[in-house]
């Protein structure tokens, strides 16, 4: 038989696996290489190859070889978990983003954190076996015989039934699973446990709640420890702990999921909606406001009320239903059904900062990050289907500066067209799709594709943002729907006097404000940049009966200019109002002293910065507005 790699063809003795290809044509990365590739689709390296396909390796490095460790991981895990409490029982246990876990029904036993380092020993001990992760087809009733004692695994062998069933098998242990695994378990070396949590069988609160391990796998000692720094770093960045420690947001019990923002979390909110404001001025945006509750016609027109209906918070009003609105789009669609419009006025762009409420899960709350009550950027934009390509690099370019300002970076995923129960033709969804990726490729972004995971309305682009501590976040997205203006009957008069339907993005940059705010408050450690800062600058008097009147002259011009300014002149040490100022991580601190009233001169010291420098009052002031004026 012959396989393709890079680009030359190898002769291989028939049913050759994938071991036999790297021996003959990739001896030199033997100890790298852990899977292979066949048009994108993965296989364990001891799977047969295909005959005339083109082949590649996957190696140590890549992020596909970083989720098949810590997918084995979690079957070791697993293994360990059986050795130790052989009643438990196994539910899912797949790779994420940064590691993996398995939820686990321990039946009567009690786990706790402290159990975590014996799960890790004997972890150890069996990977030291170097079992052979190897593969079997099933039919479904003997998979059923494998797993009789498992509930959780007989309801998933019954709904994958149809697509063929697979076990994995380590040492002693076997599970249900679709692969791909490493080739044995001498390759996990590096790991932790990191924590322990509940988790409801398949997210249903209706069924049981199981005990969920966390951890994390990595392939070199360096690799975890660096990893562990993170996770520390996270935890002292943590937007909940900051915002208590910086007074800017708290959740009562009163309402739970539903943030009350305090005076410097209103001001910090304040300076990021400014942005905003300003930004979308200039990109040609109009800024609408839409009713927090509409009637039940409205979202069964939408098709909320069928759909989504469970997340949202309905009452009565004159015996008709309402409901608080979930999203903004009805109502951006009924502005722009408010007149007619032509052809030449397209692009409209509808911009709204609107207040949405979703009933979230209770477990699901976090802080900021997920809430029953946030401000939604939106933005809907009208639109011909000649100009997709236009705007949506125009929205790329928002996008671009939006982010950058906050010093963060972003991947691009397209999703296109399902399979089936899709509206709109073939050849739209593929002019569309076309559109959205040539657009990220003229503003100089590569993209991936995420096949078939489009809405049933349209093609999708989302943006995943990159912080300070390597977590990705979605909160930038352009949404193409053809589904909502042919719903609502939205139309437009094209260049020959008849009516067309125009084409509906929905784009939105920071997601949620709420959750922007705790995603920069944990990327910037709670030390913002001076225009965002809730305090910019503090002011403190060595000896407040001395310097006071200088110091207080400074407080109200800056004030004027609209500098968000604190004199802290209490009764109290000049070392503990210096600490104070450290503390609620002003970036800005300027000392008065003798010198300073008799030179008319400020001491500024930068948050981080050990010393102070003297500057002239006027020159400090110039340079202070300019930095907050374009917002550095």
Not at 149 to 172: C, F, M, R, V
Not at 351 to 356: C, Y
Not at 407 to 416: D, F, H, N, Q, R
């Amino acid at each position: 038989m012959k396989v393709i790699y890079e680009g030359k063809e190898v002769e291989l003795e028939d049913g050759a696996n994938g071991f036999a290809l790297m021996k003959k044509a990739d001896e030199e990365n033997k100890k790298k290489d852990i899977a292979y590739k066949v048009d994108d689709e993965e296989f364990d390296l001891s799977a047969p190859l295909p005959e005339g396909k083109e082949v590649s390796f996957i190696r140590i490095g890549s992020p596909e070889a970083f989720e098949i460790l810590n997918h084995s991981t979690s079957h070791l895990m697993a293994e360990a978990i059986r050795h130790l409490y052989p009643e438990a029982k196994f539910g899912f246990g797949p790779a994420i983003e940064e590691g993996f876990y398995y939820d686990v029904d321990f039946g009567d036993a009690v786990i706790k954190e402290e159990d975590l380092p014996k799960i890790e020993a004997e972890m150890k001990r069996l990977a030291k076996e170097e079992n052979k992760f190897v593969r079997k087809e099933v039919s479904a009733a003997e998979a059923m015989e494998v797993f009789k004692d498992n509930p959780y695994k007989q309801e998933l062998i019954k709904e994958h039934a149809a697509e063929g069933i697979s076990l994995y098998t380590q040492g002693s242990f076997t599970d249900l699973c679709k692969g791909i695994h490493l080739p044995s378990t001498s390759y996990i070396k590096h790991f932790k446990l990191l924590s322990l949590a509940g988790a409801y069988w398949r997210g249903d609160s209706k069924n049981k709640q199981l005990t969920r391990i966390y951890g994390t796998s990595w392939w070199t000692a360096e690799e975890l420890a660096s990893y562990l720094e993170i996770l520390e770093k996270r935890k002292k960045n943590d937007h909940r702990r900051l915002g208590k420690e910086l007074g800017l947001f708290f959740i009562s019990d009163y309402g739970p999921g539903f943030p009350f923002f305090l005076p410097n979390g209103m001001k910090l909110k304040n300076a990021l909606l400014d942005y905003w404001h300003e930004v979308h001025r200039r990109h040609g945006y109009l800024e609408i406001e839409t009713p927090t509750m509409l009637s039940r016609e409205l979202w069964e027109t939408s098709g909320h009320w069928d759909h989504y209906k469970e997340n949202m918070y309905t009452t009565k009003i004159d015996d008709k239903d309402f409901a608080i609105k979930p999203m903004n789009c009805p109502g951006a669609i009924l502005s722009y059904k408010n007149s007619l419009h032509s052809y030449k006025e397209l692009p409209i762009r509808y911009a709204e900062l609107g207040h949405v409420h979703r009933h979230e899960a209770s477990g699901a709350l976090n802080g900021l990050f997920r809430v029953r009550s946030f401000t939604q950027d939106d933005a809907h934009i009208f639109l011909r289907e000649d100009q997709i390509e236009g705007e949506v690099g125009e929205i790329i370019s928002l996008l671009d500066e939006v982010y950058a300002k906050f010093g963060l970076t972003y991947e691009i995923v397209l999703s296109t067209r399902p399979e089936k129960d899709y509206i709109g033709t073939v050849e739209f969804w593929d002019k569309a799709e076309k559109a959205l990726g040539k657009a990220c490729l003229d503003a100089k972004h590569p993209y991936k594709v995420n096949p078939g995971d489009g809405a049933f309305y349209g093609p999708k682009l989302d943006f995943k943002l990159k912080d300070s501590m390597g977590r990705t976040w979605q909160c930038g997205t352009i949404q193409l729907d053809l589904n909502l203006p042919h719903r609502f009957a939205c139309t437009y008069i094209d260049e020959r006097g008849e009516k067309k339907e125009p084409v509906m993005l929905h784009r939105v940059a920071f997601g949620s404000i709420e959750r922007f705010l705790a995603i920069i408050t944990e990327n910037y450690g709670g030390a913002f940049p001076t225009w965002l800062s809730p305090i910019q600058v503090d002011i403190i008097p060595v000896n407040p009966l001395v310097h006071g009147d200088y110091a207080g002259k400074i407080q109200q011009e800056l004030f004027a200019k609209g500098v968000r300014v604190r004199l802290l002149s209490e009764d109290e040490k000049l070392g503990y109002r210096l600490r104070q100022s450290i503390v609620q991580k002003t970036p800005v601190s300027i000392v008065i002293g003798d010198k300073e009233v008799a030179a008319g001169e400020v001491n500024v010291r930068r948050f981080g910065e050990e010393k102070g420098k003297s500057l002239p009052y006027p020159e400090f002031l110039a340079s202070l507005l300019k930095e907050i004026t374009e917002r550095k």
